[in-house]
């Protein structure tokens, strides 16, 4: 939100000593976006761009690039989209799991990271910053700008949106904190209840029956789709509003460094991959189940690309983008058909990246090509072998491309390298600078992650992660059916 044009232009018109080069010209560099979309997978992308069916993703694609990113295991999203806001690895940041090891077992939190994060990095520099929704960010850290945390994950928002909970808000939900006045009216009309459930009901079709009152009533056969609904449903809410709080932040003031994320094509991904490709599983999948959900992962994706087209709307013409998926999806659990997760990514299928902007080469998707890896599946390590688009880069290259961008050195720490290969010739991207050593001296000593409202995270474990497939017991049995299913 503070931008400090004056120091940085006087500070132009300072000689240049030590012998080192001049001072970039950062007030001059376009504003970067930074649009984090979990789990977008090229496999359901191509088919729905040749379509005309993400007319925002291609035109992006079509004056930028888009290609693969390699990622890396475990897939996690609080592990992978802190590496992506560090450049560095899970050991370095310290976040290594949804929560810390037990006894404690606590949902990490930005507080417990051991490295500074892109927006500290930004903000150190003297430029702006806006984050909205970005994993592991609550508490909201004071910056150079403007932090909509995300506590633990998107689905807090089942917490959240308990009525009381939204009264209040959270604590340290926003930087600065009395920003939380002008988010609280976007969260409650984010609640399940609220009319987000219009728009929702609108794209995604309803799912018949009703809920069994008792567990002697006969079971709905609608009803295992219907409990993925109901948390599909949270992630949609979460999504549209953090949008909304996005683009209520850029109407006041866009930043040098914007950034966004949204989950809903991952959770898309594991919830409705059975009736996407109902061959690829080894059970009978009902063909009226089929009929209704089989257009769900589709429908997420283009409701991705209407978010997009509303970020490109409210930036300035000169933004630059970078749209990045901390993995790709598959098919996956293909014996198991009570499991929760039909789509996964433990094996870390590569995920999405598209960059344009001034600067950046026309290059369109990159051809598809054999990307082979080796990858652990419970016990196992087992080679990996899948199509995609060509690798422009990995999720450790994203925060030293940013910094790139913004005109500041990345670290020799950090363990990616700016993607100098996405200028056209006669571009630089900024003015690429000899790394620093690292940013970690000197950053606030890491502390253990924090509870934001007695009781949160009980609920948070019990009704979320539990349902997603993220408990320690699905977690072990996925990966029984992966070494059983060798799929
Ligand atoms: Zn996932």
Same mark, same amino acid.
């Given at each position: 939100?503070?931008?400090?044009?004056?120091?940085?232009?006087?500070?132009?018109?300072?000689?240049?000593?030590?012998?080192?080069?001049?001072?970039?010209?950062?007030?001059?560099?376009?504003?970067?976006?930074?649009?984090?979309?979990?789990?977008?997978?090229?496999?359901?992308?191509?088919?729905?761009?040749?379509?005309?069916?993400?007319?925002?993703?291609?035109?992006?694609?079509?004056?930028?690039?888009?290609?693969?990113?390699?990622?890396?295991?475990?897939?996690?999203?609080?592990?992978?989209?802190?590496?992506? /806001?560090?450049? $560095?690895?899970?050991? !370095?940041?310290? +976040?290594?799991?949804?929560?810390?090891?037990?006894?404690? @077992? %606590? &949902?990490?939190?930005?507080?417990?990271?051991?490295?500074?994060?892109?927006?500290?990095?930004?903000?150190?520099?003297?430029?702006?910053?806006?984050?909205?929704?970005?994993?592991?960010?609550?508490?909201?850290?004071?910056?150079?700008?403007?932090?909509? /945390?995300?506590? $633990?994950?998107?689905? !807090?928002?089942? +917490?959240?949106?308990?009525?009381?909970?939204?009264?209040? @808000? %959270? &604590?340290?939900?926003?930087?600065?904190?009395?920003?939380?006045?002008?988010?609280?009216?976007?969260?409650?009309?984010?609640?399940?209840?609220?009319?987000?459930?219009?728009?929702?009901?609108?794209?995604?079709?309803?799912?018949?029956?009703?809920?069994?009152?008792?567990?002697?009533?006969?079971?709905?056969?609608?009803?295992?789709?219907?409990?993925?609904?109901?948390?599909?449903?949270?992630?949609?809410?979460?999504?549209?509003?953090?949008?909304?709080?996005?683009?209520?932040?850029?109407?006041?003031?866009?930043?040098?460094?914007?950034?966004?994320?949204?989950?809903?094509?991952?959770?898309?991904?594991?919830?409705?991959?059975?009736?996407?490709?109902?061959?690829?599983?080894?059970?009978?999948?009902?063909?009226?189940?089929?009929?209704?959900?089989?257009?769900?992962?589709?429908?997420?994706?283009?409701?991705?690309?209407?978010?997009?087209?509303?970020?490109?709307?409210?930036?300035?013409?000169?933004?630059?983008?970078?749209?990045?998926?901390?993995?790709?999806?598959?098919?996956?659990?293909?014996?198991?058909?009570?499991?929760?997760?039909?789509?996964?990514?433990?094996?870390?299928?590569?995920?999405?990246?598209?960059?344009?902007?001034?600067?950046?080469?026309?290059?369109?998707?990159?051809?598809?090509?054999?990307?082979?890896?080796?990858?652990?599946?419970?016990?196992?390590?087992?080679?990996?072998?899948?199509?995609?688009?060509?690798?422009?880069?990995?999720?450790?290259?994203?925060?030293?491309?940013?910094?790139?961008?913004?005109?500041?050195?990345?670290?020799?720490?950090?363990?990616?390298?700016?993607?100098?290969?996405?200028?056209?010739?006669?571009?630089?991207?900024?003015?690429?600078?000899?790394?620093?050593?690292?940013?970690?001296?000197?950053?606030?000593?890491?502390?253990?992650?924090?509870?934001?409202?007695?009781?949160?995270?009980?609920?948070?474990?019990?009704?979320?992660?539990?349902?997603?497939?993220?408990?320690?017991?699905?977690?072990?049995?996925?990966?029984?059916?992966?070494?059983?299913?060798?799929?």
């Amino acid at each position: 939100m503070q931008r400090i044009p004056a120091i940085l232009a006087l500070s132009l018109l300072l000689p240049a000593c030590g012998g080192g080069e001049a001072e970039p010209e950062t007030a001059q560099l376009p504003p970067v976006f930074v649009i984090g979309m979990d789990g977008l997978e090229w496999d359901v992308m191509l088919p729905l761009l040749k379509e005309g069916r993400l007319p925002h993703f291609q035109a992006m694609i079509e004056r930028g690039v888009g290609g693969g990113l390699e990622t890396f295991q475990p897939t996690f999203s609080p592990v992978v989209w802190t590496t992506i /806001a560090t450049g $560095a690895t899970p050991q !370095q940041h310290g +976040v290594l799991n949804f929560s810390e090891p037990k006894p404690n @077992g %606590l &949902p990490y939190t930005s507080n417990a990271r051991k490295v500074p994060a892109v927006w500290n990095i930004v903000s150190e520099a003297e430029r702006s910053v806006l984050s909205v929704g970005w994993w592991v960010s609550w508490p909201a850290e004071p910056v150079n700008g403007r932090i909509v /945390a995300s506590y $633990a994950a998107q689905a !807090q928002g089942q +917490v959240f949106w308990k009525a009381g909970v939204w009264e209040e @808000g %959270l &604590p340290e939900l926003t930087y600065p904190e009395d920003l939380i006045y002008d988010v609280l009216p976007l969260l409650e009309k984010g609640a399940p209840t609220g009319p987000l459930r219009t728009g929702y009901d609108a794209l995604f079709e309803v799912i018949p029956g009703e809920a069994r009152l008792s567990p002697q009533d006969p079971v709905d056969p609608w009803e295992f789709p219907r409990v993925r609904d109901s948390f599909f449903r949270i992630g949609y809410h979460g999504d549209a509003t953090h949008l909304a709080i996005f683009e209520q932040e850029l109407a006041k003031d866009v930043a040098d460094l914007n950034m966004v994320y949204f989950g809903l094509p991952d959770v898309a991904g594991h919830f409705w991959w059975r009736y996407y490709q109902p061959d690829e599983f080894e059970y009978a999948i009902p063909q009226e189940h089929v009929d209704l959900l089989q257009k769900r992962i589709d429908a997420a994706y283009e409701a991705a690309d209407s978010w997009l087209g509303r970020i490109v709307e409210a930036a300035p013409e000169n933004a630059r983008f970078l749209i990045v998926s901390d993995h790709g999806m598959h098919a996956a659990n293909r014996r198991n058909p009570q499991h929760p997760q039909s789509g996964a990514h433990e094996d870390a299928p590569p995920g999405v990246l598209i960059a344009a902007g001034p600067g950046i080469a026309a290059r369109g998707i990159l051809p598809e090509v054999e990307w082979r890896y080796s990858a652990q599946f419970g016990r196992q390590r087992r080679e990996v072998v899948l199509q995609a688009p060509e690798r422009i880069g990995s999720v450790f290259d994203v925060t030293p491309t940013i910094l790139q961008w913004m005109g500041i050195p990345h670290a020799a720490d950090m363990n990616g390298e700016p993607l100098v290969g996405l200028a056209t010739g006669e571009a630089t991207l900024a003015t690429a600078q000899p790394p620093v050593g690292t940013y970690a001296t000197g950053f606030r000593p890491a502390t253990a992650p924090r509870v934001p409202k007695d009781g949160l995270n009980e609920d948070f474990e019990r009704s979320f992660l539990d349902q997603l497939g993220y408990s320690e017991a699905a977690e072990e049995q996925a990966a029984r059916d992966q070494e059983e299913g060798g799929d």
